[in-house]
């Protein structure tokens, strides 16, 4: 295995640790190499000779750790760079005929193969296996005419107990809560500005990354215009969402593919409100409200919705919460073993 794993934490990161969690339950050798190269999500984008040298350790660790596996899995870099410094490793892997698997986490893989056509070849090949979150980005590959019959769709799962909770009272004001990085295209700017105007809702900030975004949520937080806990996991994490209402993520970030904290709501049962955003659809079907990225009105305007009409709120959250069953850890190691085993 070759991909990201925590620090920092992120959706692809705390996916890895599942995989190969469950690939050693099937009795399967798993060598990790992890690929990551920054230390916060304040590094990336960024050059410099620190990130430079790690990618060539890892390039040398990478090359050399195939030597003794028969399937490489990965989960590559969806930019240029990114994709060029898995290359190398999927070209050796190819040159000594191993079993290749392909795991892609977000959309960004769907613009960098449109610029870069010859990379795209490299990796859609019929000789590797590539599996996305959506059966909406396997056709958004194959309208562009990309070869797609090795493209197979496995989408993510929580791993929190999926819990119903008890519906609080109605007359209690709306807890809402938005968990996940802190950067702009996550929609955590518009949350933090919704904060600041109102106090119709108890609000609730959960993550970690810009540091100018965090230096403002522990400004509103002393204000006492919402909480913030910072980064939590774990139980601390699964007793907040059983206790919200209302999960906010009105993302717009390029290459989001399928949000694990959407997936970690719904199975808590919290009514969720997102964006139509890359896989985001496909995933909650009728168990969101959408409302419009960058759009503070369209956002308190879907909350507003919700406190008038609590009869609206706990169908979103049954809906949420049935949802999430389709996305549950038993079907995803299925398909995963099945896929490794093909």
């Known amino acids: 295995m070759i991909g990201q794993f925590p620090p920092p934490v992120t959706g692809e990161g705390k996916m890895n640790l599942q995989v190969q969690r469950m690939l050693q339950q099937a009795g399967f050798d798993v060598a990790v190499l992890n690929s990551c190269i920054v230390d916060s999500v304040n590094d990336v984008g960024q050059v410099n000779v ?7 350790k890892l390039l040398w660790q990478g090359l050399w750790l195939q030597a003794g596996v028969g399937i490489l899995y990965m989960t590559p870099g969806q930019t240029l760079m990114g994709l060029l410094r898995f290359l190398p490793l999927l070209l050796l892997a190819r040159l000594t005929r191993k079993k290749i698997i392909l795991h892609w986490h977000g959309y960004g893989v769907l613009s960098s193969f449109v610029k870069y056509p010859g990379l795209a070849r ?13 059966e909406d980005l396997r056709l958004k590959l194959q309208q562009l005419g990309f070869q797609v019959e090795q493209v197979k769709v496995l989408g993510n799962f929580s791993e929190l107990q999926s819990v119903m909770p008890e519906p609080r009272a109605d007359n209690q004001k709306l807890k809402v809560v938005f968990l996940g990085g802190l950067m702009p295209e996550k929609g955590v700017d518009t949350f933090l500005e919704l904060a600041a105007k109102t106090k119709q809702f108890d609000f609730v900030l959960c993550g970690a990354g810009n540091d100018a975004i965090t230096a403002r949520a522990k400004a509103l937080a002393q204000q006492g215009l919402l909480t913030f806990p910072g980064l939590i996991d774990g139980a601390e994490k699964k007793q907040l969402l059983q206790s919200a209402d209302v999960f906010v993520l009105q993302t717009h970030y390029p290459t989001e593919g399928v949000p694990l904290t959407i997936l970690e709501a719904m199975s808590c049962g919290c009514a969720i409100i997102t964006t139509k955003h890359n896989g985001i659809p496909e995933t909650v079907g009728d168990a969101a409200l959408f409302v419009e990225p960058k759009s503070l009105e369209s956002l308190l305007a879907g ?3 919700l406190d008038i009409d609590r009869n609206q709120l706990k169908w979103l959250q049954h809906k949420a919460f049935e949802r999430s069953q389709n996305f549950s850890a038993t079907l995803f190691r299925e398909e995963l073993v099945r896929l490794f085993r093909i």
Do not use: A, D, E
Not at 50 to 56: A, E, I, P, S
Not at 122 to 134: E, F, G, Q, R
């Open 122 to 134: 490299c990796y859609l090949s019929p000789k590797v296996l590539n599996i996305v979150l959506t």
């Open 50 to 56: 620190v990130k430079l040298l790690r990618m060539l």
């Open 303 to 305: 909350l507003q919705l």
